[in-house]
């Protein structure tokens, strides 16, 4: 069992609501998945941001811009928020400074990078993790979130969700895969890197390479359908998309809910029900092996 | 009339309270107010009570229910009413997935659409959704009835025994061992009864196709041997 709750704003006022609104969803999945939870928000896009978690933050994050600017000679701009820190930087400069973070040592750890993305997770409860990371304060275009409960491989931050393996893009995942192993070798031949063994990075890389390929979100997911076995309730992000995606069988569960103002996603109704005009919203259960996917 | 706002009130108090009925009836009609996609509202109901739930519920609610009336005014999560054994549920909007499963009796009604595995192994329950239901309804169904309004979706009754089904719809698929069967008088019958108790007077039980078991999965086939 994990908890996943989501919102895609469409009224533009709601953007400076979009973290409360997600703490407050997030918060109320904690019986879901009290293992680990974490959360994407996309703010408005700019320059280049890389998301990084230390296992030793202070000593990491000390001087964190000046150990980049001896490293590669960029300056960034960081942002520091407990165990993490957002990199800024102009986007040409990226992989001088992914280079220069993975020569820093294992602690330091990439957890996404894209003009609009920043992931945080962690071990804990939820309401631990959104405070530490002061969700509540975050404004935005769309948000995903998940509370874990552990199946597929450790408790650990890495295995939190969400997974991001392509700039911008994040997935959460309620479910297990079958053939992610197998899956996991196709895509280690194309020369994709993995950070774990968990199922869902294989499915978030999957969709990263069908993106790769040209694909939008809606083709990628449609694919996805076909080479992926095992139980799964999806929800994705993308620079300016937002996609749900349940497999055949359906078995995990997910709600819809859909206003002029905005598109959520819960495990459970329950999830949803703080969010205003929900009384008069159109809420529904996505149908099996049926691409959702929004974007602006 | 006895109110019970579950924003303000413990919903184990709720339970208890509808528990305690079972001593000696003081108060036959409830309202439960603000359910917010709770889990477990009114289950084991075993007093004869109607109790009116204003708002969406979330998994099991009216599980096990025995005696009385359960009504949610909303939309009812996973697994509502299951392993209901008498008494009467009613969702106003819509059921999530396995709507009524290993019911042993009663009657529940859907008003709106009902997901995937509705009814699955029900054992006597009879199921009344006005809308659609969703793939694997009636999986392993062993006596009851599943009415449907609406349409079926993939896999209908698959290894189904002695449970009865009427879809007045389309059926996506129908699962292994269930076939298409005549509507004979006696079942003509049955389902007005049915229509009747779940107060629905606008449709005809000549509309519906009857489905139900083949009976080839009764006993095992050695040439089948092979598949397994």
């Not at chain 1, 404004?139 to 408790?155: L, Q």
């Not at chain 1, 205003?276 to 959702?292: F, L, M, N, R, S």
Request: hydrophobic share 40%.
């Amino acid at each position: 069992m994990c908890g996943i709750v989501g919102l895609f704003i469409k009224d533009k006022t709601l953007e400076s609501e979009l973290g409360s609104m997600l703490s407050d969803m997030l918060i109320t999945m904690t019986d879901r998945g009290p293992d680990s939870a974490g959360f994407a928000v996309y703010g408005a896009p700019g320059e280049m941001k890389i998301t990084v978690q230390s296992t030793d933050p202070e000593a990491d994050f000390a001087d964190l811009a000046g150990d980049i600017r001896s490293a590669c000679d960029v300056s960034c701009e960081v942002m520091l928020k407990d165990t993490h820190a957002v990199l800024q930087m102009t986007s040409d400069k990226a992989d001088a400074v992914r280079t220069a973070l993975r020569e820093m040592g294992d602690s330091i750890r990439i957890m996404s990078a894209g003009e609009a993305i920043e992931i945080y997770k962690e071990v804990g409860l939820p309401g631990e993790v959104s405070e530490r990371f002061e969700l509540s304060q975050m404004s935005g275009s769309h948000a995903i979130g998940h509370t874990r409960m552990a199946t597929e491989s450790a408790v650990t931050t890495m295995g939190a969700h969400p997974f991001s393996t392509g700039a911008d893009q994040c997935l959460v995942h309620n479910g297990s895969l079958s053939n992610h192993n197998n899956l996991r070798r196709e895509l280690v031949r194309k020369g994709i890197h993995f950070e774990t063994e968990n199922d869902t990075e294989v499915a978030a890389a999957y969709l990263s390479n069908c993106l790769a390929q040209g694909m939008n979100l809606g083709a990628a997911l449609e694919s996805g359908i076909e080479d992926m076995d095992g139980f799964y309730t999806f929800v994705v992000g993308t620079k300016n998309g937002f996609g749900v995606l349940r497999d055949p069988i359906a078995c995990k569960p997910a709600v819809l809910a859909e206003t002029d103002q905005y598109v959520a996603f819960g495990s459970e109704y329950r999830a949803l029900v703080n969010l205003p005009g929900i009384e008069d919203a159109k809420v529904w259960e996505p149908e099996p092996a049926t691409v959702y996917f929004w974007e602006r | 009339m006895q109110t019970v706002d579950l924003s303000t009130t413990e919903l184990r108090e709720l339970n208890a309270g509808l528990y305690a009925q079972m001593e000696a009836v003081t108060e036959t009609d409830w309202e439960v107010l603000n359910p917010r996609g709770h889990h477990a509202v009114a289950v084991g109901i075993n007093a004869p009570l109607n109790v009116d739930v204003h708002g969406s519920v979330g998994y099991y609610c009216a599980g096990m229910h025995q005696v009385g009336t359960v009504t949610v005014h909303g939309s009812a999560g996973p697994g509502v009413a299951e392993n209901m054994m008498s008494g009467k549920v009613v969702i106003k909007g819509d059921a999530s997935q396995y709507a009524g499963a290993t019911g042993r009796g009663g009657l529940l009604v859907v008003e709106g659409n009902a997901s995937s595995r509705c009814g699955i192994s029900m054992k006597g329950i009879n199921i009344v959704v006005r809308g659609n239901v969703g793939h694997m309804s009636a999986f392993m169904a062993q006596s009851g009835n599943l009415v449907v309004l609406g349409d079926a979706g993939d896999a209908l009754g698959d290894s189904i025994y002695e449970a009865g089904l009427f879809v007045r719809g389309a059926v996506k698929s129908l699962g292994a061992d269930c076939i298409a069967k005549e509507m004979r008088d006696e079942h003509v019958t049955l389902l007005q009864g049915l229509l009747d108790e779940a107060g629905i007077r606008d449709v005809s039980p000549t509309e519906f196709t009857r489905y139900g078991s083949a009976r080839t999965l009764y006993h095992f086939n050695i040439d089948n041997a092979a598949a397994y």
